[in-house]
């Protein structure tokens, strides 16, 4: 299994430009995100496909539904050997308890990660749906939440990172979207950081996606971003 911190997002349409970006890139010093485009065209062989080639995978389906049926399919997920899977923290404790209870805490199981906000949500957005309070405040609510009912961790901005480092301690994992290597574009994502900011703010996994997948050099863009991290 990779010990690497970068976690590379095949945000793609079709299973063959999957393969063929994994293919420039190495195992050992990278895991792979498979996400709800590519999974629902290409389904559970791309994720087979992947682990042939030693890749650890993250399923990002972000489930989110009554708790019997996001209990089943995250057993449906553990079934496949995926490394890491998540859920909606929005969908409350029953569904989170119910996730955890589903895929079991052995040692083999995946990590099992909670959605809090996502990163393209700015506070005009979290203001319109109708939420209380702020941002910040509500990424505690919900990770608080996620951590007493057996989530391993959550997904959050590196911006919540140091917050939730220092409630929830070392051991509850901080997997960080929205990583921009500096002088990358923003894309759609609204609350960002550098992979040395995110992982100094104390974030343990960082997704990353078009930086390194739209590189000349995939591979070269990825030795870059470790040689930042140090």
Same mark, same amino acid.
């Given at each position: ?7 590379? &997002? ?6 063959? %430009?999957?393969?063929?970006? &994994? ?15 590519? +999974? ?8 087979? =496909?992947?682990? /042939?080639?030693?890749?650890?995978? +993250? ?25 890491? =899977?998540?859920?909606?923290?929005? @969908? @409350? ?15 083999d199981a995946p990590l099992l990660i ?6 393209? =949500? ?7 749906? @109708? ?11 919900? %990770? ?13 901005? #590196?911006?919540?990172? &140091?917050?939730?480092?220092? *409630?929830?301690?070392?051991? +509850? ?19 960002? =950081?550098?992979?040395? /900011?995110?992982?100094? &703010? ?12 739209? #590189? %000349?050099?995939?591979? /070269?863009?990825?030795? *870059? ?6």
């Amino acid at each position: 299994m990779s010990q690497s911190k970068i976690i590379v &997002a095949l945000d793609y349409p079709d299973a063959n %430009a999957a393969l063929n970006m &994994a293919d420039q890139l190495d195992p050992s010093r990278c895991r792979l995100k498979i996400g709800k485009e590519l +999974f629902t065209r290409s389904g559970p062989e791309i994720v087979k =496909m992947l682990q /042939q080639k030693d890749f650890d995978i +993250f399923l990002d389906l972000k489930y989110h539904d009554i708790p019997n049926t996001v209990a089943k399919a995250c057993a449906a997920a553990a079934d496949l050997g995926v490394w890491m =899977m998540n859920v909606h923290t929005l @969908g @409350g404790p029953a569904m989170i308890s119910a996730a955890r209870e589903a895929i079991g805490s052995h040692h083999d199981a995946p990590l099992l990660i909670g959605v809090t906000l996502l990163t393209s =949500m700015d506070q005009q957005t979290f203001d319109a749906i @109708g939420l209380q309070g702020t941002i910040p405040e509500t990424v505690l609510r919900l %990770a608080v939440m996620a951590a007493d009912n057996g989530l391993d961790g959550v997904v959050c901005s #590196a911006h919540e990172t &140091a917050m939730l480092k220092a *409630e929830l301690g070392n051991q +509850f994992q901080l997997v960080t979207p929205g990583i921009r290597p500096a002088g990358s574009a923003k894309g759609d994502q609204h609350r960002i =950081m550098t992979p040395a /900011q995110a992982i100094q &703010a104390g974030s343990h996994y960082l997704v990353i996606g078009r930086p390194i997948t739209a #590189a %000349a050099d995939p591979m /070269q863009k990825l030795i *870059e971003i470790e040689n930042d991290l140090g």
